[in-house]
């Protein structure tokens, strides 16, 4: 395990958490460590209530960053209405999932 901002990952994980950064940071109009604060919450948040609420108040600020939540999670047949409190679970969960948690 490795240490980052005092959360544990998966050594394998790093390289996906890094995609998701800049990922985020590609569809996001903010600076790196917004973004980087933004990426470390989703890993260490995924499918908490706390989690949900945070991408319910950023979606307010930047309809990309839902996008690439969605994007980023999703994948084909999944049911994902960008708008859906189920939606965001099921992307919670798979980004814990890919991020080796």
Not at 4 to 28: F, L, R, S, V, W
Not at 34 to 63: C, H, M, P, W, Y
């Given at each position: 395990m490795i240490l980052i901002m005092g959360y544990e990952y998966n050594p394998d994980a790093?390289?996906?958490?890094?995609?998701?950064?800049?990922?985020?940071?590609?569809?996001?109009?903010?600076?790196?460590?917004?973004v980087l604060a933004i990426t470390e919450e989703l890993a260490a948040q995924s499918g908490s209530k706390k989690f949900i609420d945070n991408v319910n108040a950023l979606r307010e600020t930047t309809e990309a960053f839902k996008k690439t939540l969605l994007d980023f999670c999703g994948e084909a047949g999944d049911k994902m209405d960008a708008g859906t409190l189920e939606g965001y679970v099921t992307g919670a969960k798979k980004l814990a999932e890919v991020l080796g948690e």
């Amino acid at each position: 395990m490795i240490l980052i901002m005092g959360y544990e990952y998966n050594p394998d994980a790093i390289p996906k958490i890094q995609a998701a950064t800049d990922a985020i940071h590609e569809y996001c109009d903010s600076d790196v460590p917004k973004v980087l604060a933004i990426t470390e919450e989703l890993a260490a948040q995924s499918g908490s209530k706390k989690f949900i609420d945070n991408v319910n108040a950023l979606r307010e600020t930047t309809e990309a960053f839902k996008k690439t939540l969605l994007d980023f999670c999703g994948e084909a047949g999944d049911k994902m209405d960008a708008g859906t409190l189920e939606g965001y679970v099921t992307g919670a969960k798979k980004l814990a999932e890919v991020l080796g948690e």
